[in-house]
T-cell receptor, first 118, second 112 residues
Framework: AQKITQTQPGMFVQEKEAVTLDCTYD???????LFWYKQPSSGEMIFLIY??????QNATEGRYSLNFQKARKSANLVISASQLGDSAMYFC???????????????FGRGTSLIVHP | DAGITQSPRYKITETGRQVTLMCHQT?????MFWYRQDLGHGLRLIYY???????DKGEVPDGYVVSRSKTENFPLTLESATRSQTSVYFC???????????FGEGSRLTVL
C-alpha cells in the first residue's frame, strides 16, 4: 500500500490566488515527520516545509503553510498569493520514527504539477 | 560550500557498461539515500545507508550496488547498465533530528 498519496496529478491556479495541494499518508507510527518539496523545471529539489507529528501548530514558512489534520492523516500544502515562479512539481514525503520501529526512510508521493496562470 | 554534490551531472553510456555515480556530503549526516526519479513514479528509493559500512536495499535495488566506506561518500554503481536505468538519480542525506532531507543536484543518466 502506498504510504503517501497525492491525488492531484495537475493543478492550475490564477496568479495571486491561494492553492491547496493534497497529501494523505498512511502510518501506524505515532511519531513521524512530513515534508513538502518543490521541483522546478530546472530539476533541483527544494525543501519547503516540515511538520512533526507531535507539533501542536501547523507549520508555516512564508507563503507556505501545512494544513495538518492528524485524525484524517492529511498534510495539505497551502500556497498563498501564488506567483508565476511557483509553477513546479510538488512532492509530499513522510519519514517515520526509527526508535518506535519506523523505517526512518523518507517515502515520497508521485507529485502534483502546479501551473500558475498570469 | 556546505551541501551535497553529485557527479557527474550528466552521463551517457551504453548498455552493458559499468557506471558509478558519486555523492559527497560536507556534513556528517548518518543517513544517506539514493533515489531515482521517473515520470509518473515520483522518487523511488534504490538504496540507503544508516552509517558508514551499513547499507540496505530500498524499493528498486536490482541492478545497483552501493558502498559507504566513509560517512561523507555514498557512491552508486550500475554494474551493467540497461536502458531501463535511464533516469534522474538523486542522492540525499537526512539531518540527525530527521527534520530535513537535503538533496544533491541530481545526475541525469541516459543508457543507449
Amino acid at each position: 500500500a502506498q504510504k503517501i498519496t497525492q491525488t492531484q496529478p495537475g493543478m492550475f491556479v490564477q496568479e495571486k490566488e491561494a492553492v491547496t495541494l493534497d497529501c494523505t499518508y498512511d502510518t501506524s507510527d505515532p511519531s513521524y515527520g512530513l515534508f513538502w518539496y518543490k521541483q522546478p523545471s530546472s530539476g533541483e529539489m527544494i525543501f519547503l516545509i516540515y511538520q512533526g507529528s507531535y507539533d501542536q501548530q501547523n507549520a508555516t514558512e512564508g507563503r507556505y503553510s501545512l494544513n495538518f489534520q492528524k485524525a484524517r492523516k492529511s498534510a495539505n500544502l497551502v500556497i498563498s498569493a501564488s506567483q508565476l515562479g511557483d509553477s513546479a512539481m510538488y512532492f509530499c514525503a513522510m519519514r517515520e520514527n526509527l526508535r518506535s520501529g519506523g523505517s526512518y526512510i523518507p517515502t515520497f508521493g508521485r507529485g502534483t504539477s502546479l501551473i500558475v496562470h498570469p | 560550500d556546505a551541501g551535497i554534490t553529485q557527479s557527474p551531472r550528466y552521463k551517457i553510456t551504453e548498455t552493458g557498461r559499468q557506471v558509478t555515480l558519486m555523492c559527497h556530503q560536507t556534513w556528517s549526516h548518518s543517513y544517506m539515500f539514493w533515489y531515482r526519479q521517473d515520470l509518473g513514479h515520483g522518487l523511488r528509493l534504490i538504496y540507503y545507508s544508516a552509517a558508514a559500512d551499513i547499507t540496505d536495499k530500498g524499493e528498486v535495488p536490482d541492478g545497483y550496488v552501493v558502498s559507504r566506506s566513509k560517512t561523507e561518500n555514498f557512491p552508486l554503481t550500475l554494474e551493467s547498465a540497461t536502458r531501463s536505468q535511464t533516469s534522474v538519480y538523486f542522492c540525499a542525506s537526512l539531518t540527525p533530528g530527521g527534520g530535513e532531507l537535503f538533496f544533491g543536484e541530481g545526475s541525469r543518466l541516459t543508457v543507449l
